[in-house]
């Protein structure tokens, strides 16, 4: 009996160790990715030291560019959400991109239209339209796959170019604004634009929450009560109190904003604050109700879960649905927040970005607002690289691409070594 | 009205070249288990490798007229080796360390289009580089060219034209009459059964998915060699991804892959045939860019029934 307990134990142990082996995928994955970029630069003449270091200074160097951070955070975030929780249900959504132009284009189509509408009724409306877009645009996949039995892959790849030659088509001809040289539409009515915020507040939100959230982690950690957990009592406490020591410096400077009438007003919209909202309740949605519980079982095991009694097909389908709105959602905002019009090609392939977002987050919702933080600050930094240096941002796709590889790779090897 | 429609289909027999000879790559790949979605940007990046080369040794060999088709050849075989490079480090990826096939691809994608762009801006910044495109393989002495409708459809186009149509033949041929295609149809359906047969399951998938990434390479070189004459970011402009719908309508052989990749390369002339005509407004042509995505997905539905995919795509193989 002893030695059963004492293998157990160490079973677990061996297990947990591995567990925290897998993070060291992140470590290798950036060595790896930025030893790609210093040597690429260095065989052609360019000094990688200053590059790199300029990435940094590029996202985070003055309010400015790091609103403009939390800006590019928006789509990234919202279209690996829309693939991650079609994966979960097993379906490959490759079509995030096509759903971002509908769900853009509805939004629009509905936006042009409000101008005499107040903006508390107008902006609650055209976000339902463009979650609808996307809806709409992943309905076809959908339908293909549950009625027809044809794998998605395919066509939801074939309705991303359809979306882009619409707009596309749409952009130069019914809706091109005449006074503009450029393929777009003329400027939406200003009451519909996403009101913007203030940089500094929503630095000292975004800290206290995620204060809020270490503290709950560690509270629960002490409730267990199996290791160490006098230890986990301090931290609870610490962090509290420092959560609370951040919320109230925010709420301070928020009071003194307000009385002197100065306000740190850059392009940041109030989509950064919705994007962590849906991000947090599709983490609840995921692992804390009914519905999200069907959706990981039927995608870690469609079979077994049919016979479990899971309607399989409508669980596929409300994952579906939800990831083609998600990504009509980043659409909408990335219009309504950034540009103000639709534009030819107003997304740099935000789509497919966001399947690499979702892969460095382990495909975990709460890990997926770490890694679209951590890709808007490569691109930002990468953007203000290529203007200062003269280097192609196209370096920071690159990167990017090694980093995830990289950690795909040794995370499976590991899984692999774990498991045998 | 014939000359209309006689352009138009020999613009269709040059249009189709490009998705035969990804289709023809990726037909090997599906059949051995292994699907490729970076294509797109593997005929990106070679395009830009085998014209860069091609525009750097021109000027060595262009004194001598017996050697100026040398740095075509050149150009070719080092988009050919692009390709091959990214076959083999997405055969790495997901034969070898069991990565998921599709995410890997994409991943891929962004790599190698990214990798594009920023060797493509670099050259910018110094020089364009252009070259003309190769001659007709048929010399105009011949006076074949010269035929009224067939010269035209049959004989103005260039080598690789005719490799392209003879590649697919050869390789239908090798996968259905001989031990190795066999062997790769095989690994395709049931790879326990190969193993225990003695065949090396993993083996074949690396040569096949090299192979494939080989194809989209030459077709790569096709696009700014034999086609354009230059490079631009969008210079593979879909055809990756309608290549690989190709696959799916051929039903998985390189023999009815010609006949999916002219219905492709016809639709694409017959659009640019009616703007360069005139025929409609230009800012129709998006539009009309829709076509072969349509056509696509009625093709996928419609074939749903008939197309079994070899069975173990998509599932890695290793010893339980």
């Known amino acids: ?420 | 009205m014939t000359d209309i429609i006689t352009s138009i289909i020999a613009g269709g027999v040059v249009l189709a070249v490009t998705i035969l000879f990804v289709s023809i790559g990726e037909v090997y790949n599906e059949r051995a288990g292994v699907i490729n979605l970076g294509l797109e940007a593997i005929i990106a990046l070679s395009a830009f490798v085998g014209l860069w080369v091609t525009f750097e040794t021109t000027p060595i060999f262009i004194m001598d007229p017996l050697l100026k088709h040398v740095p075509y050849i050149l150009g070719t075989l080092a988009a050919i080796v692009t390709g091959a490079g990214v076959g083999l480090i997405h055969s790495f990826t997901c034969v070898k360390m069991r990565v998921n096939q599709l995410i890997a691809g994409l991943l891929i994608l962004t790599l190698v289009d990214g990798l594009a762009n920023f060797l493509n801006n670099i050259a910018l910044q110094t020089t364009v580089p252009i070259v003309t495109i190769l001659p007709p393989l048929i010399p105009q002495e011949t006076g074949l060219a010269d035929i009224p409708v067939l010269g035209e459809i049959l004989f103005q186009h260039n080598a690789f034209v005719y490799l392209a149509y003879f590649l697919a033949i050869v390789f239908g041929l090798i996968l259905y009459k001989t031990t190795w295609g066999l062997k790769i149809r095989a690994v395709g359906e049931n790879p326990e059964a190969c193993d225990a047969a003695g065949i090396n399951v993993n083996l074949i998938r690396h040569l096949c998915d090299i192979f494939s990434g080989a194809m989209a390479g030459l077709a790569g070189a096709f696009m700014s060699l034999g086609y354009l004459g230059l490079y631009d970011s969008g210079i593979a402009g879909g055809r990756g991804w309608i290549a690989i719908i190709v696959v799916i309508f051929s039903r998985w052989s390189p023999f009815r892959a010609i006949l999916g990749s002219l219905i492709f390369g016809l639709g694409y002339s017959v659009t640019a045939n009616l703007i360069g005509g005139g025929f409609i407004p230009s800012n129709w042509n998006y539009l009309l860019l829709i076509m072969p995505y349509l056509v696509a997905l009625v093709v996928i539905v419609l074939f749903r029934g008939t197309t079994k995919a070899p069975s173990a795509l998509t599932v890695p193989y290793w010893r339980k």
């Open chain 1, 1 to 420: 009996m002893v030695k059963e307990l004492e293998y157990k134990k160490i079973k677990t142990e061996k297990k947990t160790f591995f567990k925290y082996l897998n993070y060291l995928s992140y470590p290798i994955g950036l060595f790896l990715a930025i030893i790609v970029f210093s040597v690429t630069l260095l065989l052609l003449g360019y000094d990688p030291i200053s590059a790199l270091v300029s990435i940094p200074t590029g996202a985070f160097g003055n309010p400015n560019s790091f609103s403009e951070t939390l800006i590019r955070f928006i789509p990234l975030l919202l279209t690996a959400m829309a693939f991650l929780i079609a994966l979960k249900a097993r379906f490959m959504n490759l079509g995030v991109e096509g759903q971002l132009y509908i769900g853009a284009l509805l939004a629009y189509l509905v936006g042009a239209r409000m101008e005499i509408v107040p903006s508390f009724i107008a902006i609650p409306l055209i976000f339902i339209a463009g979650f609808m877009g996307g809806v709409l645009w992943i309905a076809i996949p959908l339908i293909m796959k549950s009625k027809l039995g044809v794998n998605e892959i395919f066509p939801t790849v074939v309705m991303n170019f359809i979306a882009m030659f619409v707009i596309a088509w749409l952009t130069i001809g019914p809706l091109k604004d005449p006074a503009s040289f450029n393929p777009r539409t003329p400027f939406l009515p200003e009451s519909t634009w996403l009101p913007l915020i203030d940089l500094i507040f929503v630095s000292y939100i975004f800290v206290s929450i995620f204060g809020l959230a270490v503290t709950i982690k560690m509270y629960l950690k002490w409730k267990e009560r199996k290791v160490h957990p006098t230890l986990y009592l301090a931290l609870t406490f610490t962090f509290l109190t420092l959560t609370i020591i951040i919320l109230s410096m925010g709420l301070l400077e928020a009071i003194e904003a307000i009385t002197i009438g100065e306000y740190n007003i850059y392009r940041l919209h109030i989509g950064v604050f919705l994007v962590v909202i849906i991000a947090l309740i599709i983490y609840m949605i995921l692992y804390k109700t009914t519905i999200g519980y069907k959706i990981r079982a039927v995608g870690q095991n469609p079979r077994a879960s049919e016979h479990g009694g899971v309607n399989v097909t409508r669980v596929v389908i409300t994952a579906g649905l939800l990831s083609g709105g998600i990504a009509g959602l980043a659409g909408f905002m990335e219009v309504f927040g950034v540009h103000h019009f639709l534009i030819r090609g107003f997304s740099p392939g935000f789509g497919f970005i966001g399947i690499a977002v979702a892969a460095l987050g382990v495909f975990h919702p709460i890990g997926v607002i770490f890694a679209a933080f951590f890709f808007a600050v490569l691109q930002v930094g990468g953007e203000s690289m290529q203007r200062g240096a003269g280097i192609p941002v196209d370096i920071i796709f690159i990167m990017q691409a090694v980093l995830v590889l990289t950690v795909l790779i040794v995370q499976k090897w590991m899984s692999t070594r774990n498991s045998s």
